[in-house]
Structure formats: structure tokens, C-alpha cells
């Protein structure tokens, strides 16, 4: 940093009076010899004497009382925003969905016959009886055949009798049980077979 | 029989912050005491900042009632004037970002258009007799080149160039370190000086014919 550099950058706290007494005479001492640094010098003074002589700006005399006057309004006006619940807003919402999620559960036993014009179910539900459901029987009990007694030659390939349940292979050709009838609603052109089965 | 006499201290003897102290217990004479010693210098800070003299009475008037608003949240023992200097910096500054968001009157843009416009104008007058005349133009373009510096560096100016608060008081009332302070100063001199050199030098010359 040259001299000059130097002393330009002691401007502001020479200005201010915050050099020292050896950057002071330092200062001072290069003023003498460097014209620029003394004339950039003046033009910074200026500059900062002009913002200094700026006019005080007058405020109105009676700012006081009515600064106190509108002190004591700021003071008992209401907030305009709103003020936040104590409890959040959320809440209460929430509860009265729970709530309602509630009397619907508690009530829907008792509407949904009336709903779907069903008053037998809805006497059964009332005495607890529910409706009669044919159940698997059970071909073979768990306790063990007694020693000799040889097992049937054909087991059952499933613990429950199946001999209610409607027997069907999607085969054409053969079809124990169930109906079976042939449509031939083909569009034209198009060979094939084409079966409705129904049980 | 001795005359009744007030146990309290005449309102005028005490000081900023022992009013300050009556103020937060409610006391409406305190507080009309201390508007009216610092409305000079909040007005001056705020309009200087602001350039802005027609809303510096509205403004200044906001400074005092928060200053009565938040009267409790003052912290006895701390300095008011550096209080009641933050307060109105900060209105200042809100004023400032308020105003070129609104595109109002006020922008950076139209105040260098205002700035660059006065110029011949002053040229102008420089020609005129009327020493009067010639310093209030003079006082304009500074107030207007004032206006044009950036904010950060602007309040800092004014607080320390106008007002002439110490480099620590101003770290208080804006809330930064010293040496950040002492920085946006040395900047803002540097940018009002470019600005207001061609002027003073116009100045010089028609002096010295």
C-alpha cells in the first residue's frame, strides 16, 4: 500500500478524531508534501459538512399530546388479528368428527334394516340369533381309528363332505352336474363353443 | 404553616431514563416530557433517512406510542436515547421496504431520476445572486443524494453524520458489530461523496469567480 493509500484511508477516523496522536502527525506531515491526498482531503470535509449543516427538520409542537393521545387509543384498541384460541382449532373439529364416527358405529346396526327393508334380520340381531348357516360336516374325527381297524380304501381328499357342492369342469365334454346349454350366438364367420353354465 | 410540597421531583430535573421509569408506571406527563425532547432529533433522523418531510410528524408520532406501547419492555439502567434510536431506525427501515414495495413515489430508481434532475437545476442556480436560494438548493441535493444511498449504509450516515451518535451507540441501536458499523459508513461517505463531488466542485468554482 503506498503512501497515499495510507492516508486516504485515515480519512474517516481523522474526521472523526479517533487517530492517534503518531497517525495524526503522520497524516499531517503527508498532507504538506502530497497536494491530491490534501485537496481529496477537503473535498471528503466538504462533503461531510454539507450533511452536517443540513436544517434541523421542525416536528409539529403539539407531537406530545398527541402522541400521548394516540398512545392511550394503540392502548385500548382491540387487536385487529384475530387472537389465537387458547385451544387450537383443530381440536374441537376433531372431536366432533370422533364423535360422530361414534353415534354412526353405534347406530348403524339399528338403521341398516330399516335401510334395507329387512325386519327378520333385524329381529335377529336384536335377540342375537344368527341366521342359519349350513356348515362343512366333518367326515372323519380327530380322535385316532382304534388299532386294526384298517382306514377306508378311499380317502376323502378333504376333511369335509363335499357331496352338496355342485360338481362342474369347464369342459365341454364332460359335465356331471349343473346345466349346460349350448348357445350359438356367434357373430358370423367366427367358429367355436360357446357354453352357459348355470347352477 | 409550611406550604404543600410535591414529594416527587420536578418532571424537568429528572433524566431521560428516570422518566422512562415513570412512563412504564403510566405516567402521562413523563412521557410528554421525553416526546418533547427527542422529537427534534427522531423527527430529523426519520426525515433525513426517509427524505421525507411531509409524513415525519405521522412518523415520528408512531416512534412515541410504540416507545409507549412497549414502555414496559424498556430495561431500566440501558441508555433511552439508544431505546427510543432503535425504535425509530427501525420504523425507517420498515418505511423505506414498505415504500418501494408499494412502487410508491419513493424508490431507489425514481430518487437517482430526482437526484440526476436536479443537478442542472442547481447549475442553474449556482448562477443565481440569491445566496439564500443557492444554499437551500444546495441542502435539497444533499438531503436527495442522501436518500439515494442504500439503506444498510444510509442509517448509519444519519445516525452517525446527523445526529451524531458515537460508533458504539449506533452498533447498539442497529444491532451490529462495531467494525461492521464503522465499514457501511466509511461506504456511505464514499458513495455520497461521488455523488455530491460534481456539485461541490460547480459550487467551488462559481465562488471563486
Given at each position: 500500500m503506498n503512501r497515499c493509500d495510507q492516508a486516504r484511508r485515515l480519512f474517516d477516523a481523522y474526521w472523526d478524531d479517533e487517530v492517534t496522536q503518531a497517525e495524526r502527525e503522520w497524516l499531517e506531515g503527508h498532507f504538506t508534501g502530497c497536494e491530491g491526498c490534501r485537496q481529496a482531503y477537503e473535498q471528503y470535509t466538504r462533503t461531510l459538512e454539507a450533511v452536517g449543516s443540513l436544517p434541523r427538520i421542525d416536528v409539529a409542537r403539539d407531537l406530545p399530546e398527541r402522541a400521548l393521545l394516540a398512545a392511550r387509543r394503540a392502548q385500548v384498541a382491540p387487536d385487529r388479528v384475530a387472537a389465537e384460541p387458547a385451544?387450537?382449532?383443530w381440536v374441537p373439529m376433531t372431536a366432533a368428527a370422533a364423535l360422530v364416527v361414534v353415534v354412526a358405529v353405534l347406530l348403524l346396526p339399528t338403521i341398516t334394516p330399516w335401510v334395507l327393508g329387512t325386519r327378520g334380520s333385524l329381529q335377529a340381531v336384536r335377540s342375537g340369533a344368527e341366521p342359519p348357516v349350513s356348515q362343512p360336516r366333518l367326515l372323519a374325527t380327530a380322535a385316532p381309528a382304534p388299532a386294526g381297524v384298517q382306514p377306508p380304501a378311499t380317502l376323502a381328499d378333504?376333511?369335509?363332505?363335499?357331496?352338496a357342492d355342485v360338481e362342474f369342469i369347464l369342459d365341454p365334454v364332460v359335465l356331471h352336474r349343473g346345466r349346460a346349454q349350448a348357445v350359438?350366438?356367434?357373430?358370423?364367420?367366427v367358429q367355436a363353443e360357446q357354453t352357459v353354465i348355470s347352477f | 404553616m409550611a406550604p404543600d410540597r410535591d414529594?416527587?421531583?420536578?418532571?424537568?430535573?429528572?433524566?431521560d431514563e428516570d422518566l422512562m421509569g415513570r412512563v412504564a408506571e403510566d405516567d402521562d406527563r413523563a412521557f410528554t416530557e421525553l416526546v418533547r425532547r427527542f422529537q427534534g432529533r427522531v423527527g430529523n433522523l426519520i426525515s433525513r433517512v426517509l427524505?421525507?418531510?411531509?409524513?415525519t410528524d405521522d412518523l415520528a408520532q408512531e416512534v412515541f406510542v410504540r416507545v409507549f406501547v412497549h414502555r414496559r419492555n424498556y430495561r431500566r439502567g440501558s441508555k433511552f436515547s439508544t431505546w427510543v434510536f432503535t425504535i425509530a431506525a427501525n420504523l425507517a427501515k420498515n418505511e423505506i421496504r414498505r415504500r418501494v414495495r408499494r412502487r410508491n413515489w419513493f424508490s431507489l430508481d425514481a430518487l437517482t431520476e430526482v437526484f440526476s434532475d436536479s443537478l442542472p437545476q442547481l447549475a442553474d442556480s449556482?448562477?443565481?445572486?440569491?445566496a439564500g436560494l443557492e444554499r437551500e438548493q444546495l441542502q435539497g441535493a444533499v438531503a436527495r443524494a442522501i436518500a439515494t444511498v442504500p439503506e444498510k449504509y444510509r442509517l448509519a450516515l444519519v445516525l452517525r453524520d446527523i445526529e451524531g451518535l458515537a460508533y458504539e451507540e449506533i452498533a447498539e441501536v442497529l444491532g451490529l458489530p462495531g467494525g461492521t458499523v464503522r465499514s457501511r459508513i466509511n461506504r456511505a461517505r464514499g458513495m455520497l461523496q461521488r455523488k455530491l463531488q460534481p456539485l461541490l466542485r460547480k459550487q467551488d468554482a462559481h465562488e471563486s469567480m
Amino acid at each position: 500500500m503506498n503512501r497515499c493509500d495510507q492516508a486516504r484511508r485515515l480519512f474517516d477516523a481523522y474526521w472523526d478524531d479517533e487517530v492517534t496522536q503518531a497517525e495524526r502527525e503522520w497524516l499531517e506531515g503527508h498532507f504538506t508534501g502530497c497536494e491530491g491526498c490534501r485537496q481529496a482531503y477537503e473535498q471528503y470535509t466538504r462533503t461531510l459538512e454539507a450533511v452536517g449543516s443540513l436544517p434541523r427538520i421542525d416536528v409539529a409542537r403539539d407531537l406530545p399530546e398527541r402522541a400521548l393521545l394516540a398512545a392511550r387509543r394503540a392502548q385500548v384498541a382491540p387487536d385487529r388479528v384475530a387472537a389465537e384460541p387458547a385451544t387450537p382449532r383443530w381440536v374441537p373439529m376433531t372431536a366432533a368428527a370422533a364423535l360422530v364416527v361414534v353415534v354412526a358405529v353405534l347406530l348403524l346396526p339399528t338403521i341398516t334394516p330399516w335401510v334395507l327393508g329387512t325386519r327378520g334380520s333385524l329381529q335377529a340381531v336384536r335377540s342375537g340369533a344368527e341366521p342359519p348357516v349350513s356348515q362343512p360336516r366333518l367326515l372323519a374325527t380327530a380322535a385316532p381309528a382304534p388299532a386294526g381297524v384298517q382306514p377306508p380304501a378311499t380317502l376323502a381328499d378333504s376333511l369335509f363332505d363335499h357331496s352338496a357342492d355342485v360338481e362342474f369342469i369347464l369342459d365341454p365334454v364332460v359335465l356331471h352336474r349343473g346345466r349346460a346349454q349350448a348357445v350359438g350366438n356367434l357373430p358370423n364367420g367366427v367358429q367355436a363353443e360357446q357354453t352357459v353354465i348355470s347352477f | 404553616m409550611a406550604p404543600d410540597r410535591d414529594p416527587l421531583p420536578p418532571i424537568l430535573s429528572l433524566s431521560d431514563e428516570d422518566l422512562m421509569g415513570r412512563v412504564a408506571e403510566d405516567d402521562d406527563r413523563a412521557f410528554t416530557e421525553l416526546v418533547r425532547r427527542f422529537q427534534g432529533r427522531v423527527g430529523n433522523l426519520i426525515s433525513r433517512v426517509l427524505n421525507d418531510r411531509e409524513n415525519t410528524d405521522d412518523l415520528a408520532q408512531e416512534v412515541f406510542v410504540r416507545v409507549f406501547v412497549h414502555r414496559r419492555n424498556y430495561r431500566r439502567g440501558s441508555k433511552f436515547s439508544t431505546w427510543v434510536f432503535t425504535i425509530a431506525a427501525n420504523l425507517a427501515k420498515n418505511e423505506i421496504r414498505r415504500r418501494v414495495r408499494r412502487r410508491n413515489w419513493f424508490s431507489l430508481d425514481a430518487l437517482t431520476e430526482v437526484f440526476s434532475d436536479s443537478l442542472p437545476q442547481l447549475a442553474d442556480s449556482t448562477e443565481s445572486r440569491e445566496a439564500g436560494l443557492e444554499r437551500e438548493q444546495l441542502q435539497g441535493a444533499v438531503a436527495r443524494a442522501i436518500a439515494t444511498v442504500p439503506e444498510k449504509y444510509r442509517l448509519a450516515l444519519v445516525l452517525r453524520d446527523i445526529e451524531g451518535l458515537a460508533y458504539e451507540e449506533i452498533a447498539e441501536v442497529l444491532g451490529l458489530p462495531g467494525g461492521t458499523v464503522r465499514s457501511r459508513i466509511n461506504r456511505a461517505r464514499g458513495m455520497l461523496q461521488r455523488k455530491l463531488q460534481p456539485l461541490l466542485r460547480k459550487q467551488d468554482a462559481h465562488e471563486s469567480m
